[in-house]
Every structure is written in structure tokens, then in C-alpha cells.
């Protein structure tokens, strides 16, 4: 008897515990503080010189995708509660393994600039420069992988920003 009444007081205890927190955790790892509603992405310009005209708008897109699936928040047009800005720094191909005769793998590197700004909480704010790469066979021609290859680093470059604002790493 006296353990069922200890179980109930436990019970109690830990619900008033999680009531009483300030912040919501979501089953990504996503921690979004008790006032934070609203997010704020805008569009990151590109001033990579050889990157292609979709990458400002593929990069972008991905970003507020991220947001959108792991959090309750809602995308608004400007003045969000979170705000996310910058813009594409670099866009490269470089030769990785290099053998006597030829280079036999690529790298595709992609570099964005972000500044992240938490109105309610100012001291989470940040401004970080993020880069991320996929190696491809360098007798491919990179046109034929190109987006694929740009698909999977926005993914990887946005799950980074997405763990940095909101992981609590």
C-alpha cells in the first residue's frame, strides 16, 4: 500500500515538473521556448560565382522545410519570433583523391553564411558560417549529379543550422 501511495506522489511530482518548464521538446531533439511561435526564414542570396541560379532558392526552401517538419512553428513572411538570414558564401569543385595519373574523386563543397536571431532571448542568437560536401566520381560530369549532389548538402547544411538553433547541442 505504502508504495502505491509513494507512485502516485511521484506522479504527481513529475507532471508538475513537466508542467512547470518553459520549454517544449519535440521528439526531434527540438527544444522551442514557451512564447516562440513564429519563424522568420528570408531568402539567402548566393554570391558563390560558380554556383547555378537555383541554388538561393533550393537552399532556401530546404531550410524552411526543415523548420516546418521538426517544430510547431509557423513560417511568417518577416518579424518572427526566430529569425534566420545570410547568404551563400561559396560554391566549389575540388579534386580530393589524386592518383599519378588523375584526379579520381570530386568535391562539391557548399558554404552559407547564417545569422540567427531568438527575439524572446537574445543571448541564443548567433551568426556561424556552416559548410558541407558530397564527393562524386570525378569522370562524371557534374552537370548529370549536380542537383542531386546540391540536394543532399542543402539537407545536411540545414539539419547543421536546425541543430544549432534549435538541438541544444
Given at each position: 500500500?505504502?508504495?502505491?501511495?509513494?507512485?502516485?506522489?511521484?506522479?504527481?511530482?513529475?507532471?508538475?515538473?513537466?508542467?512547470?518548464?518553459?520549454?517544449?521538446?519535440?521528439?526531434?531533439?527540438?527544444s522551442v521556448a514557451t512564447g516562440i511561435n513564429t519563424i522568420s526564414i528570408a531568402t539567402f542570396p548566393s554570391?558563390?560565382?560558380?554556383?547555378?541560379?537555383?541554388?538561393?532558392?533550393?537552399?532556401?526552401?530546404?531550410?524552411?522545410?526543415?523548420?516546418?517538419?521538426?517544430?510547431?512553428?509557423?513560417?511568417?513572411?518577416?518579424?518572427?519570433?526566430?529569425?534566420?538570414?545570410?547568404?551563400?558564401?561559396?560554391?566549389?569543385?575540388?579534386?580530393?583523391?589524386?592518383?599519378?595519373?588523375?584526379?579520381?574523386?570530386?568535391?562539391?563543397?557548399?558554404?552559407?553564411?547564417?545569422?540567427?536571431?531568438?527575439?524572446?532571448?537574445?543571448?541564443?542568437?548567433?551568426?556561424?558560417?556552416?559548410?558541407?560536401?558530397?564527393?562524386?566520381?570525378?569522370?562524371?560530369?557534374?552537370?548529370?549529379?549536380?542537383?542531386?549532389?546540391?540536394?543532399?548538402?542543402?539537407?545536411?547544411l540545414t539539419q547543421d543550422i536546425f541543430n544549432k538553433s534549435l538541438g541544444n547541442w
Open positions: 500500500m505504502t508504495s502505491i501511495k509513494s507512485s502516485h506522489i511521484c506522479l504527481v511530482f513529475i507532471t508538475l515538473f513537466l508542467f512547470g518548464c518553459k520549454v517544449n521538446y519535440s521528439f526531434t531533439g527540438a554570391y558563390a560565382p560558380l554556383a547555378p541560379p537555383v541554388l538561393s532558392q533550393s537552399f532556401t526552401e530546404t531550410l524552411k522545410d526543415i523548420f516546418l517538419r521538426q517544430t510547431n512553428l509557423t513560417l511568417v513572411k518577416a518579424n518572427g519570433d526566430l529569425i534566420i538570414e545570410g547568404e551563400i558564401t561559396d560554391y566549389r569543385v575540388t579534386s580530393e583523391a589524386v592518383t599519378q595519373d588523375a584526379s579520381t574523386l570530386n568535391r562539391l563543397t557548399i558554404t552559407v553564411k547564417v545569422r540567427y536571431t531568438d527575439t524572446k532571448d537574445e543571448t541564443k542568437s548567433y551568426e556561424q558560417t556552416f559548410s558541407n560536401f558530397e564527393q562524386f566520381d570525378a569522370n562524371t560530369n557534374l552537370s548529370s549529379v549536380e542537383q542531386s549532389l546540391i540536394d543532399q548538402i542543402n539537407e545536411k
